[in-house]
């Protein structure tokens, strides 16, 4: 069964530090996802990718976070630099179809952030 | 503004006995709700979702919940509960207007007793 991976699946950098996190969605789906989880919080949406650029974004979505698709196969997030409040699971998820009803989002494993 | 209330953090019960994980939207239209499950260490995989077919919808693994607009509620039920069962849920709902933009409710925690 078709998946989406997250690479790595656990990465501590110090606060400052650049981060980039990977996924692989599912190969034939279209729209891509960024969520993340601060611990004991909920999960919270950040951005969302078509058509090779970005379509949706949050508040969190600031300055410091850029998404890109740079090969049709990766898509990957980065932090250009971490804060501790930037610790948290970041969940990568891929969708088929178009909007409307329906379309259900597949999610990867997640990565999870600490910033020291 | 549409938002999810999951009314439980945490359940308990015993393996074989009923399972009912309580969810409460808002929505200012006919919302597209979902149930997600989390496994430890696992992703979150879709168990059910409802987009305005049929109120009861049936899901993976035993798991079924009812759309009732009267109440707004999305309740997630299995008739008897196995071990492999215990996990973190959560009720969600699609923003309004968005590519898939989900909104999630806090989660509740499912243990199960042998």
């Known amino acids: 069964e078709p998946e989406v991976t997250q690479t790595p699946s656990h990465q501590v950098t110090q606060m400052g530090q650049e981060v980039i996190l990977r996924c692989v969605p599912i190969?034939?789906?279209?729209?891509f996802y960024w969520y993340r989880q601060i611990l004991g919080q909920k999960v919270e949406f950040l951005v969302s990718?078509?058509?090779?650029?970005?379509?949706?974004k949050s508040e969190i979505f600031d300055d410091q976070f850029s998404v890109e698709r740079p090969d049709g196969s990766n898509f990957t997030l980065k932090i250009r630099s971490t804060k501790l409040e930037d610790s948290a699971m970041y969940f990568c998820a891929s969708r088929k179809t178009s909007g409307g009803a329906g379309g259900e989002l597949f999610f990867g494993e997640g990565s999870r952030l600490t910033v020291l | 503004a549409q938002s999810v209330t999951q009314l439980d953090s945490h359940v308990s019960v015993s393996e074989g006995t009923p399972v009912l994980l309580r969810c409460n939207y808002s929505s200012s239209y006919s919302p597209s709700l979902f149930w997600y499950v989390q496994h430890p260490n696992k992703g979150l995989q879709l168990l059910l979702k409802y987009t305005s077919a049929a109120t009861l919808v049936k899901g993976i693994n035993g798991f079924e919940a009812e759309f009732k607009k009267s109440e707004t509620s999305f309740h997630l039920t299995k008739p008897s509960a196995h071990m492999s069962d215990a996990a973190e849920y959560f009720c969600v709902v699609r923003q309004e207007g968005s590519q898939g933009n989900l909104i999630f409710g806090k989660g509740t925690k499912l243990s199960v007793k042998p």
């Open positions: 190969s034939n789906h279209l729209y």
């Open positions: 990718f078509y058509n090779n650029e970005i379509s949706e």
